[in-house]
Nanobody, 127 residues
Framework: QVQLVESGGGSVQSGGSMRLSCVASGYTYRGACMGWFRQAPGNEREGVATINSNDYDIYAESVKGRFTISQDSAKNTLYLQMNSLKPEDTAMYYC?????????????????????WGQGIQVTVSS
C-alpha cells in the first residue's frame, strides 16, 4: 500500500523559513515525478512545484524564487524548502506522486498527472 507522509509544517512569522518533507513507502519511487500542492480555505487546490526523476523542476509563479523542491531518491523523500514566507502562503500542503516511470509536464503543473496523495500538513504564516 502506497503511503505519502508529510512532516515539517507548523506556524512561522512572515519572512521566515520552513522545510517540508514527504516520505514515500510501499512505492517504487524510481522514475516517478513528485510534486507539492496546496489548498487554502475557500480556494481551489494549487500546484506549487514538481520535480522529475532527473531533478528537472518547475514552480508556480507565486513561489518562484522563494521555494525549492528537491528529492533524495535513496531515502524515498521529497522536500520543499520555503523561504521568505508570506501570509498568503498559508494553506494545507500536500505531497503527491505519479506512477513510476512518468515524466511530468515540463512547463505546467498538472494535478491530473498525480495518482498518490499525502494527507496534507498545515502551514500557517502570520503577519
Amino acid at each position: 500500500q502506497v503511503q505519502l507522509v508529510e512532516s515539517g509544517g507548523g506556524s512561522v512569522q512572515s519572512g521566515g523559513s520552513m522545510r517540508l518533507s514527504c516520505v514515500a513507502s510501499g512505492y517504487t519511487y524510481r522514475g516517478a515525478c513528485m510534486g507539492w500542492f496546496r489548498q487554502a480555505p475557500g480556494n481551489e487546490r494549487e500546484g506549487v512545484a514538481t520535480i522529475n526523476s532527473n531533478d528537472y523542476d518547475i514552480y508556480a509563479e507565486s513561489v518562484k524564487g522563494r521555494f525549492t523542491i528537491s528529492q533524495d531518491s535513496a531515502k524515498n523523500t521529497l522536500y520543499l524548502q520555503m523561504n521568505s514566507l508570506k501570509p498568503e502562503d498559508t494553506a494545507m500542503y500536500y505531497c503527491a506522486a505519479t506512477r513510476a516511470s512518468w515524466w511530468c509536464h515540463m512547463t505546467e503543473i498538472r494535478a491530473d498527472e498525480f495518482i498518490y496523495w499525502g494527507q496534507g500538513i498545515q502551514v500557517t504564516v502570520s503577519s
